[in-house]
């Protein structure tokens, strides 16, 4: 089955930095990968995807590549807010079996 | 504009006891999804049901059990509540396999 690894799991960033958050997988018929943030005590909400005929989707200050080849695939942030310190979960779909990875905290200092 | 409901929000079970938690969609979604989220761990899917009539085990099924009732609801059932239960469970729907879910506000479960 599908294993999803995520790196780091924690990221300290200053306000103004960029973050990148690096995701594996391991099953390759997984075509859908997403991205979703989680504010404490809150739900998960997507973020940004991208589909496996894709190599790179931006939106604002938020992209994210892929690499099918090598199987892994990124979160890049860029102009850190304080508002984007939060918990970031990628995914991997593999045929409606969406599996997240652990999760990286996210903390920017002003 | 519900979306996706989860009921209880916060429950105490003593071990031994059973409980079902409920979901429901309004979105007319294909796909369902039961997580449990616990401390560095992330999200693991438990069960997921791609459409009305079919459900199929993810990473952690042991200890649960699912009812995809009709398309709008798809109910986790713990049979035997054990602490190694104690999560934060979430629900999920998506239109179908490859598309945005979005997620139920979430349920408190603490077994003592």
């Known amino acids: 089955g599908e294993n999803v690894e995520q790196h780091p799991s924690t990221l300290s960033v200053q306000e103004g930095d960029s973050a990148v958050i690096k995701c594996t997988y391991s099953?390759?018929?997984?075509?859908?990968f997403p991205w979703y943030k989680q504010e404490l005590g809150k739900r998960p909400q997507l973020i940004i995807d991208?589909?496996?005929?894709?190599g790179e989707k931006k939106d604002q200050r938020i992209a994210v590549t892929l690499n099918k080849t090598a199987k892994h695939f990124s979160l890049h942030i860029t102009e850190t807010q304080p508002e984007d310190s939060a918990v970031y979960f990628c995914?991997?779909?593999?045929?409606?079996?969406?599996?997240f990875g652990a999760g990286t905290q996210v903390v920017v200092t002003p | 504009n519900a979306g996706v409901t989860q009921t209880p929000k916060f429950q105490v079970l003593k071990t031994g006891q059973s409980m079902t938690l409920q979901c429901a969609q309004d979105?007319?979604?294909?796909?369902m999804y039961w997580y449990r989220q616990d401390p560095g761990m992330g999200l693991r899917l438990i069960y997921y049901?791609?459409?009305?009539?079919?459900?199929d085990k993810g990473e952690v099924p042991n200890g649960y059990n699912v009812s995809r009732l009709n398309k709008r609801e798809f109910s986790l059932r713990l049979e035997s509540a054990a602490p190694s239960q104690t999560s934060v469970y979430f629900c999920?729907?998506?239109?179908?396999?490859?598309?945005?879910?979005?997620f139920g506000q979430g349920t408190r479960l603490t077994v003592v």
């Open positions: 979105m007319n979604h294909n796909s």
């Open positions: 995914a991997a779909d593999s045929w409606g079996k969406l599996q």
């Open positions: 999920a729907s998506s239109s179908a396999m490859g598309a945005e879910a979005f």
């Open positions: 991208i589909r496996s005929n894709v």
């Open positions: 099953d390759s018929a997984s075509n859908y």
């Open positions: 049901s791609a459409s009305e009539g079919t459900t």
